[in-house]
């Protein structure tokens, strides 16, 4: 999970580049979850929702219901695109991981 800190930028860590960068740099292959989007009130959620995919993040964490349904909504215009496609091949592949190791 990342989280909202600042650490040397001006940007959170959950939505900047450089973060899932260093990840996968670092050899991390799993899911990259933000912290909750909802607890981030200096923005629109659906604009931090954006940009946390286009950051690197596979899946977006919500404590709102009603935050999660706006970003959903942001979300799908991307996912038309095809620019979500690499964060749900990454989703679908750790099921397959976890779906094995269950089975």
Known sequence: MV????YGTRFRASLEPQTYRLLRRLGFQ?????DSLSLVHDAPVERWARQAVRAGADMLL???????????????????????????NRIL????????ASG
Do not use: M, N, Q, Y
């Not at 989280?3 to 600042?6: Q, T, V």
């Not at 592949?93 to 094995?100: C, G, K, P, Q, V």
């Open 30 to 34: 799993g899911v990259a979850i933000t």
């Open 93 to 100: 592949r750790f099921r397959r991981i976890l779906d094995a």
């Open 3 to 6: 989280g909202h800190a600042f």
């Open 62 to 88: 919500f404590t709102s219901p009603a935050h999660a349904r706006r970003a959903v909504r942001a979300l799908v215009p991307l996912a038309r695109k095809g620019e979500l496609d690499a964060h749900v």
